[in-house]
């Protein structure tokens, strides 16, 4: 199936936002590939790992909340 990836990339970082703890820290249970993006436009810190948490970059905290309001508020 053919889908817009940026808007994919957006709704997967809002959603992150929604579960964020311990300030930018969030749960990384959403599609490697979203994931893998996320982190090379830099909102992200490297989601490889066996933590099952990523953090969110400064950038990222900002952007997530933005678009958490954007899309759910």
Avoid at 5 to 31: C, I, M, P, Q
Avoid at 32 to 54: C, F, N
Avoid at 55 to 68: C, D, I, K, S, Y
Wanted: hydrophobic share 40%; proline share 1%; charged share 30%.
């Amino acid at each position: 199936m053919d889908y817009n990836s940026d808007e994919v990339d957006e709704a997967v970082l809002a959603l992150l936002y929604l579960t964020s703890h311990e300030g930018a820290r969030v749960w990384k249970s959403f599609e490697w590939e979203a994931m893998t993006r996320l982190h090379q436009k830099g909102y992200i810190a490297d989601p490889r790992g066996k933590a099952k948490s990523v953090v969110l970059t400064e950038e990222g905290l900002h952007e997530a909340a933005r678009l958490f309001k954007k899309l759910f508020c």
